[in-house]
């Protein structure tokens, strides 16, 4: 009973949150924090149980982004035919991708997706017949479904937390599932897990598709909520702040990727506002100063991540339990 | 059961098994021995499929098993206990057993389960501590872990590299009186190992290697004082010592 109190009691305070904040501009960063904590759930499997690392994650965002912009403006798709193809489209490029990329090591590896997205970064603002080039495309409808149209801030705060709940809720049945068995192996060794029959370069290609599936997922829903797309937030800076989420957050915990991307999403927004208070007329590089800071801080006293923190809670209650 | 012939796998530039050439019969331990660097944990690789073989072939029941990967391998009954464990640390004692059943776990989890109790039975030292991170386990525990582990896969032909590294001798006795209760349910058995003694009282048969060749092969109450053997195997002339004395 005590064990499904918390996850309980934590979906109907995310419910009930929306009555209580009046303003849109705040609903429309939990919105964001949603999105984001969808793409680390899947980087988080990556890195946190297959143990790779992708700097690349922002091209399969901005490929489900633009899937659903594409379809929805230029082929007048409904929208959950277009955002099904936004899964389906950021999972077939990874497989491609990822077969030869995943064979390389560590630095090697991060170099590899770092390269991929940069080159689908540069696609967006050259393909200027598909993507609009930099000035993006316009007109992406709201999300429809059933006849329940997600025009407002509120309506689309309940349709991302769901898609953030569902996801959770499939992740953390996949992780103690065989196959998360097999990837926590990969993760502490791969000999080994060879070993005891393991396809190690199947599941990390496994690992790789679904975690850019959830990207793509994330990016559609992104597209349907802003109803305008343009490679901006699809570059390098959006794939590291995915990535400093994941550890921040902490790598392989349940809540990590809910807590690093709540944090670094709040605390830019934080910096943002409170930056030019301390120290007037400062500008956005003042504010990437305090943001590494506090960061640098959150890793030194707690280096396995915030979500480390609430897995000793967790483990603590458990402990009084028995 | 297992058949050999002309083996030959290197490490880059390095060949490290030259011409290797042998036969393991169905329910047979062999021992293989030598000191460091003659290629002993090479052989093991290269049956478990994780080292390319350059030249030769292994033939498993007669199905060749060249080129192929080592999950494939593991599914056609080979099941390697690597050198120093290399058990799942962060992961519990149940998670490893577990994960030596991979391939059967998604059609046979009734099966395995009771594998997992049998393997219990085994080794009653890891009783009590299923639910124990691996890695928080004496050394001696993590060697029966890992031995468990590798017959979780109900391997045909079960390799051993060097089981009794790191171990005291009283867990060393223990381990090998393991081993030769296996031998007894039939599983064939390789067993790599540098405590000489130890191997030749439990094993059926021997083979020597030096530099990536075999030297020497027969039974062991013939290599126990065999001068050549000692030289082989402990670089050095001295007489084996009575493994009654592990």
Request: charged content about 15%; overall charge positive.
């Amino acid at each position: 009973m005590k064990k499904i109190a918390f996850p309980v009691a934590l979906i109907l305070a995310f419910a009930g949150l929306p009555l209580l904040i009046k303003s849109n501009y705040l609903l429309g960063i939990l919105i964001i924090i949603g999105l984001y904590a969808i793409i680390v759930i899947g980087l988080g499997i990556l890195m946190g149980y297959a143990g790779q690392v992708s700097f690349g994650h922002a091209a399969f965002f901005g490929i489900g982004g633009y899937t659903v912009a594409v379809l929805t403006t230029a082929c007048h798709w409904p929208s959950i035919a277009a955002l099904i193809a936004a899964l389906i489209l950021p999972g077939l490029v990874a497989a491609i991708i990822g077969g030869p990329t995943l064979k390389l090591k560590e630095l090697y590896l991060a170099l590899a997706t770092l390269a991929f997205g940069i080159l689908v970064h540069i696609l967006f603002n050259e393909l200027k017949g598909i993507t609009g080039g930099p000035s993006g495309l316009t007109g992406i409808p709201y999300f429809t479904v059933g006849g329940l149209v997600f025009d407002r801030d509120i309506r689309f705060y309940y349709l991302v937390w769901s898609a953030v709940l569902l996801v959770s809720l499939g992740v953390n049945n996949l992780i103690h599932s065989r196959v998360g068995r097999a990837m926590r192996a990969v993760r502490e060794s791969e000999h080994a897990s060879e070993s005891v029959g393991i396809d190690t370069a199947a599941l990390k290609l496994q690992a790789f598709v679904f975690s850019a599936v959830l990207a793509g997922l994330a990016g559609g829903l992104y597209a349907f909520y802003v109803t305008f797309i343009s490679p901006s937030p699809f570059g390098f800076h959006t794939s590291v702040q995915f990535v400093l989420m994941a550890v921040v957050g902490g790598l392989g915990t349940f809540w990590g990727p809910l807590l690093g991307a709540g944090l670094v999403v709040a605390l830019g927004e934080a910096l943002r506002w409170a930056t030019p208070l301390v120290i007037p007329g400062a500008g956005g590089e003042y504010q990437i100063i305090f943001f590494g800071a506090i960061l640098m801080l959150v890793m030194i006293v707690k280096p396995g991540g915030l979500g480390a923190v609430m897995d000793l809670f967790k483990k603590s209650e458990e402990g009084e339990a028995h | 059961m297992l058949e050999i012939k002309c083996l030959e796998v290197c490490h880059g530039w390095v060949q490290a098994l030259r011409g290797l050439s042998f036969q393991v019969v169905r329910g047979e331990m062999l021992a293989v021995l030598g000191l460091n660097g003659a290629g002993k944990s090479t052989l093991l690789g290269a049956l478990a499929g994780l080292y390319k073989i350059k030249k030769g072939d292994i033939l498993l029941d007669g199905e060749s098993l060249s080129g192929k990967p080592p999950h494939q391998i593991v599914k056609l009954g080979i099941s390697l206990v690597p050198e120093r464990r290399e058990i799942f640390n962060s992961l519990t004692v149940i998670d490893n057993l577990l994960l030596g059943a991979y391939h059967r776990y998604r059609y046979k989890k009734n099966e395995v389960i009771i594998d997992v109790v049998k393997i219990m039975d085994l080794f009653p030292a890891l009783r009590g501590k299923e639910n124990h991170p691996a890695g928080t386990l004496s050394g001696g525990l993590q060697q029966m872990l890992a031995i468990g582990r590798g017959l979780m896969a109900r391997p045909r032909l079960l390799l051993l590299d060097e089981p009794s590294v790191g171990l005291a001798p009283l867990v060393t006795r223990e381990i090998m009186t393991t081993l030769a209760e296996l031998k007894k349910t039939g599983v064939t058995i390789i067993l790599v190992e540098q405590n000489t003694a130890a191997a030749l009282k439990v094993a059926d048969r021997a083979l020597v290697m030096e530099r990536g060749g075999i030297v020497m092969s027969g039974k062991p109450r013939d290599m126990m004082e065999n001068s050549r053997v000692q030289q082989a195997c402990l670089g050095r002339t001295r007489a084996v010592q009575p493994a009654a004395a592990l």
